[in-house]
């Protein structure tokens, strides 16, 4: 497309995120809202789950009411299939938000029952399905309506907005869980759920029609008439097989390492509160240490969005960005695995968990742009609930094996997963090549051209200068593309001093010197997502008279 005419205030503050074209900033804005708002919800039941669990049962149960998510999202997958065979699109997901949202209230009534250790297990099993349900319908639905090319722009921007929700939610519950205590943090998850839905037409309606797919998100979905559901959606493509498989090892490995720093932190808060604590003390100080935790994590994460992610994008792409974390981890474990003590371990899961909140969790959304719609709603939910929490099981396994026949401990735990990143590195290379290939089919990149020859610029010494090239000097037909410009001289070498390029508006501005003759050749380069360009070259000389 050719350059954007004019950007709002928001979409070039947004440019210092990711490439954005006129006209999406307000969707971004929207959907970044709604993904602030849904992860602001989880993050606070978030840390409400694991007070509850674990001021009543031993850090092994844990991991056990996490294996638990599997069998409950082994129904819950046919059933979702069973629900889109009647309603999609934005209709599905605003259901879904409303089913979570009346959970929770019943959970709220339920809460002066809480003594019974059963409900901190149940509490612990829906809140983690409620994190993989809602957070999967919004990003199958961000997948659906924007193109290839776009989404991998946009992505990074609305991850950010994510990424930012779980910061607050971390925040919220650090400050007000010992002061108020945990039924008002219950509610106040309801009202962000609720305050999320609000948003999804709106979000929708705002997207430019050169940002969306080239076959309409309006159409009739495809849908799956087999019970099995998004099992079957799954199991009949190798793509999204390899994309299972990556995500169970993702949380199997993460969810190892979760059980060490679980273990740490509730011996940490038995030795502050003490033998004649009660159960509301150990459940506020387990919180609060979780809530701070979370926050680190979090604002790291922000940092790594904010300022790496779309980097990382521009200088690997998708099919690099998947490497990341995996070879991450990898160094991780093995250092744990040398060096097994408390701090390792925390300033560890911060670096691990940041990275994967925010790089690796805008990859995973990424990968399903280039798939059809039963890939995205019934194949994603399908993979980001049932096999992520088959991670899980796995997780459970390697956690009951380990301390029951194994009698692994610490380090013992931290070798085993670094030996799981290894196959962790090859599913991402495998990955990366198939959805490189997808990509490719559904957008074919073409190198953008220059379709009009700029005038030269004449300027007077002492005046102002004011030059924008037009909107139609570049041209790139591939859907959801944008480009980028920079301005130098023809030889390369930079701008004079007083000659000021603005990418966002492909502007020359600054005030021509009086005491010296004006001669150059400026050259405009302009480059798509690729890295492929076109140059424009214009002579800048001074005026005569």
């Not at 001669?519 to 424009?536: C, H, L």
Request: charged share 15%; net charge positive; aromatic share 10%.
């Amino acid at each position: 497309m050719s350059a954007p005419p004019e950007l709002s205030a928001l979409e070039r503050s947004l440019r210092l995120l990711t490439r954005v074209r006129a006209g999406e900033g307000r969707c971004i804005a929207l959907f970044a809202s709604h993904a602030f708002l849904i992860m602001a919800s989880y993050y606070v039941l978030k840390a409400l789950r694991e007070s509850f669990l674990l001021a009543g049962a031993a850090a092994e149960v844990r991991s056990y009411a996490v294996a638990a998510n599997g069998v409950v999202l082994m129904l819950l997958v046919p059933l979702y299939s069973a629900v889109r065979r009647r309603i999609d699109g934005s209709n599905l997901v605003r259901a879904v938000s409303a089913f979570f949202a009346v959970n929770i209230l019943t959970f709220a009534l339920a809460y002066p029952f809480r003594s019974s250790h059963w409900f901190g297990i149940v509490f612990f099993i829906w809140v983690s399905v409620y994190g993989l349900m809602v957070v999967a319908q919004f990003w199958a639905l961000a997948a659906s309506h924007f193109n290839t090319k776009t989404g991998q722009r946009l992505f990074p921007a609305i991850m950010l907005g994510s990424t930012l929700g779980a910061l607050a939610g971390a925040q919220l519950t650090d400050l007000l869980i010992v002061r108020l205590g945990p039924l008002p943090l219950l509610l106040l998850g309801v009202v962000l759920l609720t305050a999320s839905i609000a948003l999804i037409v709106p979000e929708t309606d705002a997207i430019p029609q050169p940002s969306r797919p080239q076959a309409a998100p309006g159409e009739a979905p495809q849908r799956v008439g087999s019970v099995l559901g998004g099992f079957q959606v799954v199991f009949r493509s190798r793509y999204l097989l390899l994309v299972a498989a990556f995500v169970v090892l993702l949380n199997c490995i993460g969810s190892t390492g979760d059980y060490l720093l679980a273990a740490l932190i509730k011996g940490r808060a038995e030795a502050l509160a003490g033998a004649a604590a009660t159960l509301a003390d150990r459940e506020a100080i387990i919180g609060a240490l979780y809530a701070r935790y979370q926050l680190w994590v979090t604002l790291a994460g922000v940092i790594v969005q904010a300022l790496l992610v779309s980097r990382i994008y521009r200088a690997v792409g998708v099919r690099g960005a998947l490497l990341v974390l995996p070879a991450m981890a990898l160094f991780v474990y093995g250092a744990i695995a040398f060096v097994p003590v408390f701090s390792m371990i925390y300033v560890a899961k911060i670096l691990e968990s940041s990275t994967n909140y925010s790089l690796m969790n805008t990859t995973q959304q990424t990968l399903y742009l280039p798939t059809g719609v039963a890939e995205k709603f019934d194949g994603k939910t399908t993979i980001d609930t049932f096999f992520w929490r088959f991670g899980d099981i796995l997780q459970a396994g390697v956690v009951f094996a380990g301390l029951n026949w194994l009698g692994l401990g610490t380090r013992g735990f931290a070798l085993l997963n670094a030996v799981l990143c290894v196959l962790w590195i090859a599913l991402a290379v495998l990955i990366g090549r198939r959805y490189t290939a997808l990509s490719r089919t559904e957008t074919h990149n073409t190198a953008p051209m220059r379709q009009r020859q700029p005038e030269d610029l004449v300027v007077y010494p002492g005046r102002a200068i004011d030059h924008r090239l037009p909107a139609e000097t570049f041209f790139d037909p591939d859907p959801g593309d944008v480009l980028a410009y920079e301005a130098r001289l023809a030889s390369g070498a930079p701008l004079p001093h007083w000659l000021e390029f603005d990418a966002a508006i492909v502007r020359l501005s600054g005030t021509a010197p009086t005491d010296c003759a004006i001669e150059e050749r400026i050259e405009i380069v302009a480059s798509d997502m690729d890295g492929a360009i076109a140059t424009a070259i214009f002579t800048m000389r001074r005026a005569t008279a």
